[in-house]
Each structure stands twice: as C-alpha cells, then as structure tokens.
C-alpha cells in the first residue's frame, strides 16, 4: 500500500467535489463513505438528501469556530492505495485502514475526544482518499509533522497483517523524479531521458573527478554544461545551478536546475564538504604509491568488513563514496563496457542515500583515490578491470545488505539492480581472459589436472561435480596450478576465495572462484593464451607492487 498526501488546501468542498465528482476520465465509480470522524458524517453518495456542502459544513466547522486562529491552508488530504495485485478490500477494511493512518500520522489519534474531524471517500476497489481539516477540538493544529513517513510505517504494518503486497519503501532522501511535462518534453525532442536526468548523471561523474569545488565548475563547463555559480556579498560561493545547452523555455530562456533540485546531496553545502585540501594520491609513474586503479580496488575489497564493524555515520560514507567509484568507472573503461556501467552507476545513485549523515572524513582516502584514477593511463587488460568489477560487485553486495538490516528498502533494491548491471559488465569483461586461462587449462599435463579434481573435491565436495561440468572449469585448473607454482597452498586459498560469496547465486561458480583466486594470490594477468600466467618468486615483487598492465605481454 502507498500513501499519498498532498500539499494542504483551503477549500473542503473542492475537494469533495472532486472524490464524489466522475473524475478525470470517469474513473470514480460509487463514491461514498467508508468511515469518518464520529461515523454520522452526510455521505452525498449514498444519502439522496445528503449533500457536499453539508458534508464539507461539518468537516468544517471547527475552522469557523477557529475565526483568525485557523490555518489558511486547513485541507490535509491523503489517498491510501492497494497493489495492483492484492484482493480487494472491503469497505469495513478501508474504514480500519484509515483510522490507523489518521492515528500513526497525528490528525486523529485513537481515542482522542479533540481530535481533527476526517471523512474517509472511496470510489474505486483499490484506494481511498481520506479528508480531515486541521483544527482540534481545543481549536489548536494537530501536531503531524513526519505524516507521510509514520503513514508509511503504519500501512508497512497493515500489508503484514492483511497478506498484501509488501512494497518498497522510501525515506524522502531519493532524488525528485521528473515531472510529467519534462517526461513529455524529452520524448518531443527524441531523448530518452529528461534534462533533470542528465545533469544529475553529468554532476556525479564531473564531482566523482574533481579535486575541488572551482574545478568541479569547470569540468562541468568543459562537459557542455552551462553553470551559474552565486555568491554571497562576501564572495564566498552560497550555491549554483546547471543547464543543458540548447534546453530553453517558452521565452528561450535556459531551464536552469539548482544542485539540490537535482539529488539531495548534490547541493552545494553538501557537495562542498567532500572536498579535501588534501593532495590527490601520486600517480603511479612517480613511484611514490601504488596505482591509484588498484588503491580503489583495495578499498572496494574492504568495504563488507568496514560495513559490519563501522558505526552508521562511517558506513553511509563508505557507500558514498563506492557511489563514487561507480560514477568514475565509465571514465577508464572501454567503450563497450561503458552502457553496463553507467546504468550500474545510475542505479546505485538511489542506494547511495539515506537519512543517517555520512562522516565524510571517514572515507578521504578512498575519495582522493577515485581521483587519481581518472587521471592515470586506464588498465587495458580485461582481466585487472574484470577482478575490478567482481570485488565492486561483492562491495555493491554488501551495501545492499547494510541497507536491508537498517530496513532502507528502496535503497537495498538499488543495490541489488546495480550489482545486476555489474554482474553484465563484468562477465562481458571476463570472456575473453577466462577463455586464455581455459586454454591453458586444458594443456595441462593429466596428472596435473587431477592434482586440481582432487583439491576441488577435497575443498568443495558439495559443489565439485558441478564446478567440473562448467566450461570454465579448466581456468580454473590452471588458476590452481598457478596458486602452487607461486609458493601458495591452493587448498587453502580456495576455502578462503569460496567463503567471499554466497556460490549458490552466482552464474559459473568457477568463473568467480578464478578472479577471486588471482586477486587473492595476486597472480600477474595476461590475455595472451601463449605466455603462462606466474606466481610471483621469493626473488620476484609482489604483483601488487608492479606496474599495471597496459597492454597484452607488455608494462607500463
């Protein structure tokens, strides 16, 4: 069930006359009452001699005796609505459901002599409309502020009892969609998206890259945005708005889109505070840290642990800024890839809000990472960018998973379809180094292939025949024959990779274990089915400390 509640009103009989009237397109059929405040209210639907004025005349009259004190705008007005798919409800039912919602929200609390007098409408199976006017008894407002939350809270509860549909709930922290008219105006123009929502995805990417607030404004110029940045008599910035060029008014004026009329946290003050004087990480060439592409994946990989351990405000910013990962990732990716990615980047733009305030401080690092990243030379080969999506894709996971136990629904089925677009852009990633390994795999010598059945069988019993009647499983026999040949006890790295995630989800259980392995052993990578992949030496550096792979067989 979904509750609406709109803008308060001044007029009682309007509205009335609109929830007994045919409605736009003679969709109210047999409107009348189902419940009301003293259950004596005039029902103009059922009752011939019963009329709107009178059912508005009693509504209203603690207004008239308010005189001056009431409120201007005395209408609240709030539809409660059914899923497509659950029974239909009895009109006794409606009547309960809306004096729970009148209780939870503060208009009428139960029991209450004083409370707001309400009338509750239906014509149609599916919702109804409730109507109170905000005056009590004693002639004070109600206090029902955070209505449209606690309404929800209530009907969460209602669907569990009554065996409804349970819906997905937000928080008032999701980004506005676009209006109807701006739906309409894109579909004019031959777009897909509206404006709103493309400046919202070009802001993220631009605050993703920038290391500061005057080059955020400038990326963005640089992208074909038109930006108009206000002051405060001081100088100092107070806010800014964006525009697409070419997207005008009726008077082919700009449609301007301030920051936070685009997402919550995409206002200034909020975006502002992101922002460190800190440097942004060395680049790999100066030798003075690790590529800033392996910094992020690092830090991806931690994130499940920092979730479970970090108190909310440090969680919600460690999820931000994996949202910001997401948004920088079409940046180094290869154009195919680039779809899967920004849909992915797209999706989790909603997970990565919620109503507890991220401690921004507590993610810096990772942050200033993210802008290294889209600064250095990308890695090429598609095995790093494919252990790279599968360890976002475990973090993307692990958010979602925060976010149910903190009962973020919205925000946890976020989640769940951008590790969907990941899962896409990773397996496109993987097929061609997971056929090398394959190849390799199969050239394996046959006692060498069964020293790997029997790791296999030895670790995995429940999964092993499987795992042998996938094609990818000779990469994964060479994986394991690369996990000996560098000094590692293949056994033990495969308990450790097969415990990272839940197997029985994943597409090729032995396409997963592979990349988990390589990271974990930090096997180099190669897409060149000639040159055997090698564990590092006692003599050799860590691949970790290696210079990524630019191009197949050969070293930045």
């Not at 494919?386 to 089925?413: G, K, N, P, S, Y």
Request: with cysteine; aromatic share 4%; charged share 25%.
């Amino acid at each position: 069930m979904i509750a609406k509640i709109g803008k308060a009103g001044a007029d009682t009989r309007g509205v009335l006359r609109y929830l007994y009237g045919p409605g736009r397109a003679n969709e109210h059929t047999d409107p009348h009452l189902v419940a009301s405040f003293d259950g004596f209210a005039p029902d103009p639907g059922r009752d011939e001699a019963a009329t709107l004025t009178q059912l508005a005349t009693v509504l209203d009259l603690r207004v008239k005796q308010a005189g001056d004190r009431a409120p201007d705008k005395h209408v609240w007005h709030c539809s409660v609505r059914a899923a497509p798919e659950d029974r239909i409800l009895t009109d006794d039912e409606w009547a309960v459901i809306a004096r729970r919602v009148l209780n939870a929200t503060g208009i009428a609390p139960a029991g209450d002599p004083d409370a707001c007098r309400w009338a509750a409408v239906r014509h149609a199976d599916d919702h109804i409309h409730i109507v109170a006017t905000k005056v009590r008894g004693d002639l004070r407002e109600p206090r029902h502020w955070n209505d449209y939350l606690r309404a929800n809270k209530e009907l969460a509860a209602i669907e569990k009892e009554y065996g409804l549909r349970q819906v997905i709930r937000g928080d008032r922290t999701a980004a506005k969609r676009p209006t109807r008219a701006e739906q309409e105006k894109a579909h004019r123009t031959g777009h897909t998206t509206t404006p709103r929502e493309r400046l919202r995805t070009t802001v993220r990417t631009a605050l993703s890259a920038a290391t500061s607030t005057d080059e955020f404004f400038q990326v963005l110029t640089g992208a074909g945005v038109l930006v108009d940045v206000q002051h405060f008599p001081s100088g100092d910035v107070r806010g800014y708005k964006v525009a697409l060029a070419g997207d005008t008014n009726k008077d082919g004026h700009p449609v301007w889109f301030s920051g936070s009329a685009l997402a919550p946290d995409l206002s200034y003050p909020k975006i502002a505070e992101r922002f460190t004087s800190a440097p942004v990480a060395a680049s790999p060439e100066t030798g003075h840290s690790r590529p800033a592409w392996l910094q992020v994946t690092d830090a991806a990989d931690r994130l499940p642990d920092l979730l479970d351990r970090s108190d909310d405000g440090a969680a919600q910013a460690h999820i931000a800024v994996l949202a910001e990962t997401l948004d920088a990732l079409p940046l180094i990716a290869p154009v195919d890839l680039r779809p899967q990615l920004l849909q992915a980047a797209a999706a989790f733009e909603r997970a990565n809000r919620s109503r507890i305030r991220a401690r921004h401080e507590q993610a810096q690092a990772t942050r200033r990472a993210i802008k290294a990243m889209v600064r250095e030379p990308a890695p090429k080969d598609a095995a790093t960018l494919t252990i790279m999506f599968d360890v976002i894709c475990l973090a993307v996971i692990a958010a979602r998973h925060w976010h149910q136990v903190h009962q973020h629904d919205q925000q946890a089925e976020a989640a769940r379809q951008t590790a969907a677009h990941l899962h896409a852009a990773y397996q496109q990633a993987s097929s061609r180094p997971t056929a090398v390994l394959a190849q390799r795999g199969r050239r394996l010598a046959v006692r060498v292939q069964q020293r790997q059945v029997a790791i296999l069988r030895q670790v995995l019993p429940e999964l092993a025949e499987q795992i042998l009647a996938e094609p990818t499983w000779p990469a994964l026999a060479a994986t394991l024959a690369d996990t000996q040949a560098a000094g590692h006890s293949p056994a033990s790295l495969l308990t450790e990779a097969a415990t990272r995630r839940e197997l029985d989800t994943a597409t090729s259980i032995s396409d997963v274990l592979v990349w988990r392995l390589r990271r974990t052993a930090d096997l180099p990578t190669t897409d060149n089915p000639d040159t055997p992949t090698r564990g590092n030496s006692p003599a050799s550096p860590p691949a970790s400390a290696a210079q990524p792979t630019n191009t197949a067989g050969r070293r930045r």
